[in-house]
């Protein structure tokens, strides 16, 4: 009977202890047990890493559709495929602007970028860029543009990625 007691209070203290020590957090009341303890100490960093890449024009800022990419950190190589810049420029909603409007490309961490425009599902030519910014033609219609985005040591670490960027202008 005494066995029996003690195995039951040894069980019941490791329930307690297996409870206690889960990765659970709480922030503004709400109990988040998602985060590893290298996120909840803020050591933590995200990989790969998800970036959103936007585009400004004319007081407007609209955010680029991602497509495929690849980051690499310590030999761990993560990568996805999308579809092609024109696939995803068929539900991407286009940006109605002014002939020659000057559009900035705008990432995280200053990534090398190459823009291409898109015709006929392919890349057509390259756009040259001046920090970041290029204009867009005098011709009416529509205009595919795909950015591909090169970080080399994202956030001074030692993941390095590419991704892609799609968006679309209707120049009016």
Do not use: H
């Amino acid at each position: 009977m005494k066995c029996r007691g003690i195995i039951f209070a040894i069980t019941v203290l490791l329930l307690f202890f297996l409870v206690g020590c889960t990765n659970a957090q709480v922030e503004g009341g709400n109990i988040d047990i998602e985060k590893s303890p290298l996120e909840i100490l803020g050591l933590a960093q995200d990989f790969p890493p998800g970036i959103v890449g936007f585009i400004q024009a004319n007081g407007k800022q609209v955010e680029m559709e991602q497509g495929g990419f690849m980051w690499e950190r310590n030999g761990e190589i993560v990568m996805a495929d999308a579809a092609s810049p024109n696939q995803i420029a068929e539900s991407f909603e286009a940006i109605l602007l002014p002939p020659k409007a000057e559009i900035t490309i705008q990432l995280e961490d200053q990534p090398d970028l190459t823009l291409y425009l898109w015709k006929e599902d392919m890349r057509a030519e390259e756009i040259p860029l001046s920090n970041n910014q290029f204009k867009i033609p005098l011709d009416r219609g529509a205009y595919v543009y795909e950015v591909i985005a090169q970080w080399f040591n994202f956030k001074n670490s030692d993941i390095k990625g590419t991704v892609s960027y799609t968006f679309v202008v209707e120049v009016e």
